[in-house]
């Protein structure tokens, strides 16, 4: 009788530990996640893994960043972008990495004659923009979101964040680095814009396809003016944030709308 209450407890106690290494996995891959298969075939061949990125190009409309340079409304346009890059999932969700090279940038305001405004990263490189992205989910602000199992009442995103800076697990915020930086010149045309201003923060891309497992080739990446609220898994539990960009210091927009297309495969983006 004692050997068989033994072997219950002990199947009972198996049980307990397979379930919570169960869960714990399940928590470990919270996502979302960037799925692939073959163009035209119904089977997933699961999430992207960093050995074999999926690569994209493509082409954005007019891009516009807006800000202020002390109390002085700045709007800088861009008829357009280039766009090429790559996808993949870590640990945590969906990574994407992208080069944005530029036209030549125009000051719509205020108006400068004879002022030039140009991109460069800190690697030198004019009218190139590097950036770094991770899938996360639209929030609406209440913690029911961060804890809804499975998600429903949300879409994915993707939040935007300077090169060579990543979520990192257990991270409780955004990490912070430089984009950019706009030069304007020649001195003596540009007036208060006279200098060299940072662009920093972070900025969203609201995604189409935009459900949960709808396959595409292509992905439309439009990013809107103002903040947002997004929450990010960080291994443990989804963190709340606002994203935001900052230009010479104050709050700034960079609006407009990308399409690229993958080079091999259709992408969907999963829960896990």
């Avoid at 061949?45 to 954005?60: A, D, R, W």
């Amino acid at each position: 009788m004692l050997s068989r209450v033994r072997a219950i407890v002990l199947g009972l106690l198996a049980l307990l530990v397979v379930g919570a290494i169960a869960s714990a996995t399940a928590s470990a891959e919270a996502g979302p996640f960037w799925h692939h298969r073959e163009v035209g075939k119904a089977i997933d061949e699961g999430k992207i893994e960093p050995q074999t990125p999926e690569t994209f190009s493509g082409t954005g409309g007019e891009q516009i960043l807006k800000g202020t340079v002390g109390t002085t409304p700045v709007l800088l346009k861009a008829p357009g972008v280039k766009i090429t890059g790559g996808i993949w999932n870590n640990t945590l969700q969906g990574q994407i990495k992208l080069t944005l090279t530029y036209p030549p940038i125009t000051i719509a305001t205020p108006a400068l004659p004879g002022c030039q405004a140009e991109a460069f990263t800190q690697a030198g490189a004019h009218n190139v923009v590097f950036a770094e992205g991770h899938l996360a989910w639209t929030w609406d602000g209440t913690a029911g979101q961060r804890t809804e199992q499975p998600i429903v009442n949300q879409k994915p995103d993707i939040i935007f964040v300077p090169p060579g800076t990543q979520i990192q697990a257990n991270s409780t915020e955004l990490p912070k680095g430089i984009f950019a930086e706009i030069k304007f010149a020649p001195t003596a045309s540009c007036g208060v814009l006279a200098g060299t201003f940072k662009v920093t923060g972070s900025t969203i891309g609201s995604l189409k396809p935009e459900k949960v497992g709808e396959w595409s080739t292509t992905l439309v990446t439009n990013t809107p003016e103002g903040k947002a609220k997004q929450h990010f898994w960080n291994g443990k539990e989804f963190i709340g944030v606002e994203t935001g960009l900052i230009f010479a210091g104050n709050p700034a927009s960079l609006i407009g709308e990308n399409k690229t297309t993958a080079t091999k495969q259709e992408i969907a983006i999963f829960e896990k």
